[in-house]
């Protein structure tokens, strides 16, 4: 060798063989072949010259991603591709260099521009002439006043009207230039009137959206369905049975939503003598101490007179560690000889050995806050015939979506929309029901309907529906006054909602509010609402699947020109989009429905049909809380049903592309329409997928976080302001103001504040790293342990300090959000697939080309 | 001078976060009109006048904060 | 021109870190600040890094016929203080603290040249009358000693309690300070200065003890009274 090369150039083939094998960890053949390879390409190219040097350097270089990995033989390719790839693109550029670029040309922004404030002119004209008229009808007294009659009986000569209008509106036939004018006309009406502020544009919006779906459906029953071909006639059938059930759910949902009668508390009378007495029930069942000790302290600290409240834990689980722990706190505890009915059971036994004239209910891990009691029984003094009273269930730690999507606090979550709107809409139409939690009950009106429903295994929304139908009332109060745990995984979820699922198809057959006595029409509906959003299982497989039915089967399931199917069905998806964003864009972002949705569908179908079959079957199951995922894994038998969807849908994607090919060229719009639909489909269920992985949770006891001042007091004698950025039953986070003023192993005593009083707390540093510190409580007396309650789980602020900032709807930005989590999912289903399918794939991978970024 | 408002603004929302959980609550869900009564506070107030005779005695020829 | 004066209930409350501690919590809050030091012991000083030995003060000068202000010191271009000041000859007149006197010193000096006053008078006893200011600030411990003095006392409308050196893990002060909540809750200064060694280690150190740790608990408090007084005449302008 060193025949033929000068001595410098051997050195560096040495140096370069070296690099590979030491630095690189390549194989001694991989290392020779590409050190012969290097040899080569430096034989033709100048490969020690600047430029070349620049673009080989593994900071800014275009090859960066190839010197991160192993060498393997196969790199020669993988730099040419990437090099043939650098001649052809541009690097990627910053995030500022490209808002720059996007400022200097966009011909949409530069239209919005245009025509958002004409539009907005528009509407504030509109609204300056509406508003004498609109004022009248939006005061929202609840009680049943002069006013509020009137504003009713206006309502329903509006709707009679309108429904008369729109009957005709929706049975003409339009060719498909009218149809198509008649959709862009009501859509520009629709952005308009979604500018105007208060109830009216809601009004109109809901007019526009029922007019354009009413109008599909009728089209859809009248012109769509095929009666010739058994096939077509099936599947069509099969999907506009789905598509109905949505309309109706849609209905019923503008119906429940549309006045929200945000009900304010009522004062107590100033005589705390009249106040009345009140039994606070703790049921529980296989909850571990810790989870419940929280709930029974801060029931403790209720500001409600000590000789008008008695606490009770009800232990199905008959332990001798709670009877202690009751003791020694000096609540009640109560056990019974057996377990039948469950919780309800519970209750029902508990109420023949209490006396108190109301009962508060919690759920063993929901903490109430001290103001609970004030705050909701003003209005069973004011309202005698008043059953009950709900507030919402608020959960301070993650709840699955939000923890395997890491979107804690970050929009609203699940149950908003159900408590942030659903509860309060229902309220307006005395159909507020309860949940279970977080509830107090009149005593005398539980006992007149012969106590807690027991047929069913939801037996809080079976006990609001006898309660209402024996004539009395129930109220919502929207105003968080208690906190719990979340469901820990998705699986957990999921049993949960079989169960609800369960139990309120249940109720729909035994007790089917539709029919039966006492109960007003709004209410009826209210109830079915909430049970047909149960039902909602084998709709949405159906939509999972309809596409198939024709690029798998070749059946016409609509039986009509795919230009005309859209020209109906894009206004009807636009307008009830616009409308729900509109109603319930606080409380759930757009499309996330689905998501949620689809994560159940396959788990509920069957409960519910087996249930309205045969409603005697099923037991309760309890949902279980305040457990740990130790690891990250990815529930495959959760997924399973999905996978499976997802293989349908990707199958459909290869029969389009073969019908694209080879089928009659005048069924090609309708084979891009069902792929547009695969695709979406394929989308959702990714991010059903991406629920499957669960994140891990570092911690057993769930921490809040918050940010709340508070002090320290140092064993020398010097004192901190701190700021308490999480706490849990027995532990802190805080953030000193300086690094290096404790550390760990240091006892200290924390300073909190609660109202006008400072409560101290010894405690240990177990973390400390710069500013922040972790601190351990010691061991407390009782009172203190109540205190400590007091000062962070109890606090009368926290949880409404909670719903201030998170950020509002916009739908097309939650699109592209639930796009990139489908995506997402797809990743984290490649991320934990066994080996044998990932790593041929990432060596496939590994070829492709990647754009590189500008550098900076 | 802007500085030395946001100075005061800032300090004074501390001041505010040390205040009543209660008045915070109240405030965030719009229900100045309501009557909250502390009735923990009222009970300390009972417990600290049977504690300590001398501030039993010393209040009870002023005011009466134990009522 | 804003008047205040902080009074210890009685002795060794910590009035004198507290004025020199507010004083320097103001001067960083960009506020031109005079504090002068009205109490015979002629502490203050020693917050500001006087030396010992220097018996200059505004009551030898005029005890020996000066104008009052010729013994003011300047620290920076927005904190002056006057001490005390103190002769081998002990001679502390007792009108020399006479309010109606320094209403009029007061007076004379440019309306503009300060915006704060800190006067630190000396612990208050039972025959003094009101002195003149906008604002008076008493100091007191939670303790049954100041309970029992405060008893005794009228207050009046610009008249304040701060709690000083507060220790919440004793019951005692808590008790005292939830019953003062509800007794003078009209005069309570929301928060309370707590007990914290950083205070006095200011003064071994000669200095204010918002100088000297700002990010103690004690300067905290002592920030919270320097942003409610800006708070309380800002609204006043």
């Known amino acids: ?856 | 001078m802007d500085a030395e408002k946001s100075f005061n603004s800032a300090v004074q929302n501390k001041l505010k976060k040390y205040d009543e959980d209660i008045s915070s609550l109240l405030e965030n869900s719009d229900l100045t009109e309501f009557d909250y009564r502390n009735l923990a506070q009222l009970d300390r107030l009972k417990a600290i006048g049977t504690r300590w005779p001398l501030l039993a005695e010393l209040t009870l020829s002023q005011r009466e904060p134990f009522a | 021109m804003i008047c205040v004066a902080v009074q210890g209930c009685r002795g060794g409350t910590g009035a004198s870190s507290i004025v020199a501690g507010l004083a320097q919590a103001l001067v960083n809050a960009g506020e031109r600040v005079l504090c002068i030091d009205l109490d015979p012991h002629n502490l203050l000083r020693l917050h500001f890094n006087h030396d010992w030995r220097d018996g200059h003060g505004w009551a030898n000068a005029v005890n020996n016929g000066q104008t009052w202000h010729t013994a003011a010191f300047a620290l920076g271009s927005h904190l002056h203080f006057l001490p005390y000041g103190h002769s081998d000859i002990d001679v502390t007149p007792t009108n020399i603290l006479h309010g109606d006197d320094w209403r009029q010193r007061l007076k004379e000096l440019d309306e503009d040249a300060y915006r704060w006053v800190l006067l630190d008078l000396p612990a208050s006893s039972c025959a003094q009358d009101h002195f003149p200011a906008d604002v008076t600030l008493t100091v007191v411990h939670a303790d049954p000693a100041c309970h029992a003095l405060l008893a005794k006392r009228q207050f009046q409308e610009n008249d304040y309690l701060l709690i000083n050196h507060f220790a919440p893990s004793s019951l005692l002060q808590n008790d005292l300070y939830t019953l003062w909540q509800a007794q003078y809750s009209d005069c309570l200064l929301p928060w309370a200065i707590h007990q914290d060694e950083a205070m006095f280690e200011a003064l071994a150190h000669k200095r204010s003890v918002t100088a000297y740790r700002s990010d103690c608990l004690a300067a905290q408090g002592i920030r919270n009274l320097a942003a409610w007084l800006l708070a309380r005449h800002e609204e006043a302008a």
Request: charged content about 20%; glycine content about 8%.
């Open chain 1, 1 to 856: 060798m060193s025949l033929w090369l000068q001595p410098g150039a051997q050195a560096q083939w040495r140096r370069h063989y070296r690099h590979l094998r030491d630095r690189r960890g390549a194989t001694p053949p991989t290392a020779v072949l590409l050190t012969l390879a290097w040899a080569v390409a430096w034989c033709f190219l100048p490969l020690e010259s600047g430029r070349w040097q620049s673009l080989l350097s593994s900071h800014s270089g275009g090859f960066t991603h190839l010197q991160r990995r192993r060498p393997g033989i196969a790199d020669p390719l993988r730099y040419g591709l990437q090099f043939l790839w650098l001649l052809l693109v541009r690097p990627r550029r910053s995030h500022a260099a490209r808002a720059s670029r996007r400022e200097r040309f966009k011909p949409l922004a530069r239209a919005r521009g245009f025509l958002y404030p004409r539009a907005n002119k528009v509407a504030q004209r509109v609204e300056r002439h509406l508003r004498p008229a609109l004022s009248t009808f939006e005061g929202d007294n609840p009680d049943g006043s002069a006013a509020t009659r009137n504003t009713r009986w206006l309502l329903i000569l509006m709707g009679g009207t309108t429904a008369i209008l729109m009957l005709l509106v929706i049975t003409q036939p339009f060719t498909l230039p009218a149809q198509a004018l008649f959709s862009v006309l009501l859509w520009i009406i629709a952005l308009i009137v979604r500018r105007l502020p208060g109830r009216f544009s809601t009004l109109i919006l809901v007019v526009l959206s029922l007019t354009v779906s009413c109008r599909y459906l009728w089209w859809r029953y009248t012109s769509t369905l095929n009666w010739d071909d058994g096939l077509d006639m099936t599947f069509g059938l099969l999907l506009l049975g789905a598509e109905t059930y949505s309309w109706l759910v849609l209905i019923l949902g503008y119906f429940q939503t549309l006045w929200p009668l945000n009900r304010k508390p009522v004062s107590l009378p100033e005589d705390t003598r009249e106040w009345p007495s009140v039994d606070l029930m703790i049921p529980t069942y296989n909850e571990s101490l810790e989870v419940v000790r929280p709930t029974v302290l801060a029931a403790l600290g209720l500001d409600w007179p000590k000789d008008k409240i008695n606490i009770y834990l009800l232990d199905d689980g008959k332990r001798a560690a709670f009877r202690d722990f009751a003791a020694d706190v000096g609540v009640g505890y109560i056990t019974r000889d057996d377990n039948n009915h469950a919780k309800a059971g519970n209750l029902n036994h508990a109420l023949t050995v209490t006396q108190g004239d109301y009962i508060a209910i919690f759920d063993c891990d929901h903490v109430p806050q001290r103001s609970f009691l004030q705050m909701t029984m003003g209005w069973f003094l004011k309202d005698p015939k008043l059953g009950l009273i709900q507030t919402p269930h608020h959960f301070f730690s993650p709840d699955p979506f939000e923890r395997n999507l890491d979107r804690f606090r970050r929009m609203p979550n699940e149950g908003t929309l159900f408590y942030g709107l659903v509860q309060d809409g229902n309220d307006l139409w005395d159909a507020a029901f309860f949940c279970g939690s977080c509830a107090v009950l009149k005593r005398r009106a539980i006992e007149a309907i012969g106590g807690f429903a027991v047929e069913t295994v939801t037996e809080d929304a079976h006990t609001s529906l006898r309660l209402h139908r024996k004539g009395f009332t129930s109220a919502y109060l929207r105003i968080p006054q208690a906190a719990g745990l979340a469901t820990e995984s998705v699986s957990a979820h999921i049993g949960q909602r079989i169960r609800w699922a369960r139990g309120m198809v249940q109720i729909f057959r035994l007790d089917n509010p539709l029919f039966g006595p006492g109960l007003r029409l709004s209410q009826r509906l209210c109830y079915v609402n909430a049970m047909l959003h149960f039902l909602a299982g084998v709709p949405r497989l159906i939509f999972l699947t309809a596409p198939l039915a024709f690029l798998l089967l070749h059946a016409y399931i609509i039986y009509a020109p795919a230009v005309l199917l859209l020209a109906f069905v894009i206004p009807h998806m636009l307008h009830s989009g616009l409308t729900n964003s509109h109603i319930q864009g606080r409380y759930r972002h757009s499309f996330w429905s689905e998501v949620y949705d689809t994560v159940l569908a396959w788990y509920i179908a069957l409960p519910t049909t087996v249930a309205l079959i045969n409603p005697r079957k099923g037991k309760f199951n309890v949902t279980a809380k305040g457990g740990l995922v130790d690891r990250q894994y990815f529930d495959w038998s959760i997924s399973r049903p999905y996978l499976l969807l997802i293989l349908l849908n990707l199958s459909g994607v290869v029969a389009a592309i073969w019908r694209l090919q080879s089928g009659p060229a005048d069924e090609i719009p309708t084979v891009l329409v069902s792929l547009v639909w695969v695709f979406y489909n394929l989308v959702i269920l990714g991010g059903a997928i991406a629920v499957a992985a669960e994140a891990r949770q570092v911690r057993r006891n769930h921490r809040v976080s918050i940010t709340l001042p508070g002090a320290v007091q140092l064993p020398g004698g010097y004192a901190y302001p701190c700021t308490l950025q999480d706490y849990a039953e027995g532990g802190l986070g805080i953030v000193l103001p300086a690094a290096g003023l404790v550390n760990v192993g240091d006892t200290l005593t924390l300073l909190l504040q609660r109202g006008q009083q400072e409560h101290a707390f010894a405690a240990r540093v177990v973390n400390a790293s710069g500013e922040r510190a972790g601190l351990e409580l010691e061991k407390m007396p009782l009172a203190k342990h109540v205190d400590y309650i007091q000062c962070t789980f109890a606090r009368a602020d926290t949880w409404s300090l909670w719903r201030d900032d998170l950020p509002a709807d916009r739908p097309m930005k939650s699109m592209i959000d639930v796009v990139c989590l489908g995506f997402e999912g797809y990743r984290r289903l490649f991320q934990h697939a066994p080996r044998v399918v990932r790593a041929p794939v990432s060596w496939l991978g590994s070829f492709i080309p990647q754009r590189p970024h500008e550098a900076s």
